[in-house]
């Protein structure tokens, strides 16, 4: 067979390796290592020397075979070389099946980036004695599907292929496929903040790690290499992509309402605010699965407490129809000692709420609580099971719990935790407004620190003393809160901290705010009920610190003026059915968090649907699913009962007073200090 007719057989064969191609590949060999095989394989005789070197010893030839010789295209994880065809002939037949050889015991290093679509020169002429002689070299074409670069692009863009071709495959590696499908449940439920724009890009991705993971090891090299020029940076870099950090933290165990979290701290505004409660079906199986082998399913639906719920070993008062709704005799002797002629006693004493537990409710036969404007965020219920025999599912020995106004369990801190601020710094501001949807202003917190640096709306954050505006609401559509923080005293300055709440956008609100500052393990509150005018300005307090301890000046007084407060007028005394300490203090308990003293009041109607239960009360064992017990808990709402009891309720770890009257040896008028 002549050279020519050899050189169009592969040419033919480059034609047809290259149809539906786009890319080719290069293989790691030197150049030299395939040139000399190439020489060096010919049948012997057959490659003898010509003149001065071997007959197929050629520089053209040798150019080619260093420019294309090493090229391969990939399909279906299938290696293909240039020299992978028939030629019927046994001279070249063995020269071609060695390179085939060759090329593919080679990996491949990178994808080819061409800088010409010609390669080898077809012919040339020589005159010599006998006259002029052609002589036939390798040469082939690139089709016009390939693309064409210049020479300087080549290490750059090699370099730039390179690296999705790696990122690609570590992502196929790592990125559990139960992550993937986690993720797109998530977009799916429309609980995952811009996901939707990443549900085409994962949909393709989990498709094509389903079908690597089919190939077999040893062709998954190359299996990368084909998917990452196909599908592009997007796909081929997904782990380096905002949506990879939150499939890595899921395939990694990373608890997934922490792993989208990181995720929206990456994509989501500051004051972004999650729609749904992260769970997916898989999490709901478990969950369910938890539930009964555990004994609770009996123990999730949830109303509102009576009287007759409870036995008197765990009450610390109760008037006398509370009395008689109860069993046990433990109050009998409590009205035995009670005189029928108390004395009048007008002078306000102060007095705190342990020894007024332990001095005054024994001897107390009535007891009245002045309700006031600033304790709105303190009313609370009680919540039971609606079955009685059910197993509890709770941290405690009993089945009951409790909510407190706006349907959490400590009212405007855990608040702010929802709107994703910080609550467990050194000093914390926190203000609150718009409870009753009438309030649509624009109020924003403020502080002064000493060194003059104002935080506000305008300048969030001082990396100095590490004080933080996290949370930031201008149009409010339900309950809004504002949070500033300083999380250590070690960079805080020393001096007085001014906190301020200032109207910036007047809409006709009609109502004040509610404030909290907490330090050292109190929390003080403030309320103002009169609207704020636009553009006006209420300071509320002064902090001081020495560098070590914090001391606060009141400048906020309360207001006096009387308003409905579940279904009770403010401002008034309101008699106390029974008082309690909150279910984790029930039956001489050490007690599981904190503990919170509940006085129930006369005709408290609590207008909310309050969740059944709150993940902080639940039994460890279920605690590992605790998005979906998040999200049962607001479907499953407490039922109604006639006589809820329902009240005043305050926690052990807050500053808070209460003015009480009480009837018994002798009237008293008495400020409880928590």
């Excluded at 060999?29 to 003898?48: H, K, M």
């Excluded at 649509?440 to 300048?459: G, Q, R, T, Y």
């Excluded at 400048?555 to 309690?580: C, D, Q, R, Y």
Aim: aromatic content about 10%; hydrophobic content about 35%; glycine content about 6%.
């Amino acid at each position: 067979m002549q050279f020519r007719t050899f050189n169009n057989k592969l040419k033919s064969h480059v034609k047809q390796m290259m149809k539906e191609q786009t890319h080719l590949f290069l293989v790691d060999l030197e150049p030299e290592v395939v040139w000399n095989t190439y020489l060096d394989s010919f049948p012997a005789g057959t490659n003898e020397v010509f003149r001065e070197r071997r007959e197929y010893d050629c520089s053209c030839c040798r150019h080619f075979i260093r420019d294309m010789g090493r090229l391969v295209t990939i399909k279906k994880n299938e290696v293909t070389t240039i020299w992978d065809f028939e030629t019927g002939d046994e001279k070249y037949q063995p020269v071609i099946n060695a390179l085939s050889a060759l090329i593919k015991s080679a990996v491949v290093r990178d994808v080819a980036v061409p800088v010409t679509r010609v390669f080898g020169t077809e012919k040339n002429t020589e005159t010599t004695d006998s006259g002029v002689h052609t002589w036939y070299h390798f040469f082939a074409q690139l089709p016009s599907s390939v693309k064409i670069f210049k020479k300087d692009q080549v290490g750059t863009i090699q370099g730039r292929m390179r690296d999705v071709r790696n990122v690609f495959e570590r992502s196929l590696k790592e990125i559990d496929s139960d992550a993937v499908d986690t993720v797109l449940e998530l977009i799916g439920q429309k609980s995952l903040y811009k996901g939707e724009e990443w549900k085409a890009v994962l949909t393709q991705f989990k498709k094509i790690q389903k079908a690597y993971k089919k190939v077999n090891a040893a062709d998954q090299a190359n299996f990368c290499w084909e998917q990452s020029v196909l599908v592009g940076p997007v796909i081929g870099k997904i782990k380096n992509h905002s949506i990879g950090v939150l499939l890595s933290d899921i395939s990694e165990g990373m608890n997934l309402d922490k792993a989208v979290r990181r995720y929206e701290a990456i994509v989501a505004p500051s004051n972004y605010k999650r729609p749904k409660a992260i769970f997916t079906k898989k999490m709901i199986e478990q969950a369910k699965k938890t539930v009964q082998e555990l004994g609770f399913e009996n123990s999730l639906a949830r109303r509102y407490a009576e009287i007759s719920d409870i036995t008197v070993n765990n009450i610390l008062f109760a008037n006398r129809n509370a009395t008689k709704a109860m069993s046990g005799d433990a109050f009998d002797d409590l009205a035995a000692s009670v005189p029928s002629k108390p004395k009048n006693l007008s002078k306000v004493e102060e007095i705190s709420i342990e020894d007024f537990v332990e001095n005054v409710m024994p001897n107390a036969k009535e007891i009245e609580v002045l309700l006031e404007n600033e304790h709105e965020s303190n009313m609370v219920s009680l919540i039971a099971p609606q079955d009685r025999e059910s197993k509890s599912m709770l941290k405690w020995n009993n089945n009951f719990s409790w909510a407190y106004s706006g349907n959490i369990t400590d009212s405007m801190k855990e608040r702010v935790k929802s709107f994703g601020g910080k609550v467990d710094g050194v000093l914390r501001f926190s203000i609150q407004w718009n409870d009753n949807n009438d309030c649509p202003d624009d109020l924003d917190a403020h502080s002064i620190e000493p060194n003059k640096n104002h935080i506000h709306f305008a300048n969030k954050r001082n990396g100095l003393t590490g004080g933080n505006l996290d949370v930031d609401i201008t149009h409010p559509n339900k309950v809004a809160v504002e949070n500033i923080t300083w999380p250590s005293k070690s960079k805080m300055k020393t001096g007085t901290y001014k906190f301020f709440v200032h109207n910036y956008a007047n809409r006709g609100g009609k109502s004040g705010f509610t404030a909290e500052i907490e330090f050292e393990g109190k929390i003080y509150s403030f309320s103002r009920d009169k609207p704020l005018r636009q553009g006006q300005r209420v300071q509320v307090a002064e902090v001081d610190f020495d560098g070590d301890k914090f001391t606060i000046r009141e400048k906020l007084s309360s207001s006096t003026s009387s308003k409905e407060i579940w279904g009770l007028s403010s401002n008034n005394f309101h008699p106390v059915t029974v008082a309690m300490n909150s279910p984790n203090y029930w039956d001489e308990q050490e007690g599981i968090g904190h503990k919170h003293y509940f006085f129930m009041l006369d005709s408290c109607v609590n207008p909310d649907t309050p969740n059944g239960f709150f993940n902080e009360f639940l039994n460890q064992d279920l605690m590992k699913h605790k998005r979906v017990f998040e999200a049962l808990g607001s479907k499953m709402r407490v039922e109604e009962t006639e006589n809820q009891l329902s009240g005043l309720g305050f926690s052990s770890t807050k500053r808070a007073q209460l003015v009480v009257r009480v009837k018994g040896s002798f009237d008293r008028l008495l400020k409880i200090k928590f």
